[in-house]
């Protein structure tokens, strides 16, 4: 029997993709209220080499959000000084992270939301290609480590220590 993970996203996205994308909702910090997203979902993309989460300064500025503070972030493109905001994040089937700090973006960077490895290192995230179909897997809390090395290398051929 298959396990099911309340907290799991499963993606086919029925091609090779380039990038792991999704969307997402916002809505203000709830850590203590009950959820209300914008009436909008936004696109997101899955970021391994971002630290951290990140929206556009053209969201912040259509929600209204209240800035945090700031801080320097580091991009392929040089440091820049962002501005932060604290909101709730809702990931695919219904994942809640209550408060999340992001950083504004300038410019294009081709989605809405920038997922990085503060959301990512939650939880476990997988990206297959299997026949030239991209999927793509993320669960909330962890559950146990995937080590793909044991399935293909025969017992014979395996180190013991």
Known sequence: MKKVYPHAVF???GYHAREIG???KIGPSCAVNTFSPYPKEFIAVWDTGAMSSAIT???ASKLSLRQLGWKTVEGVTGNAVCNTYLIALSLPNGI???ELEVADCEGDIGCDVLIGMDVIGMGDFVICNKDGRTTFSFR????????FTGEYIPQHARKTT
């Open 11 to 13: 993606i086919d996205y």
């Open 140 to 147: 909330t809390p962890s559950m146990e480590s995937i080590d």
């Open 22 to 24: 999704t969307t997402v």
């Open 57 to 59: 300064k053209a969201i």
């Open 96 to 98: 809640l992270i209550p």
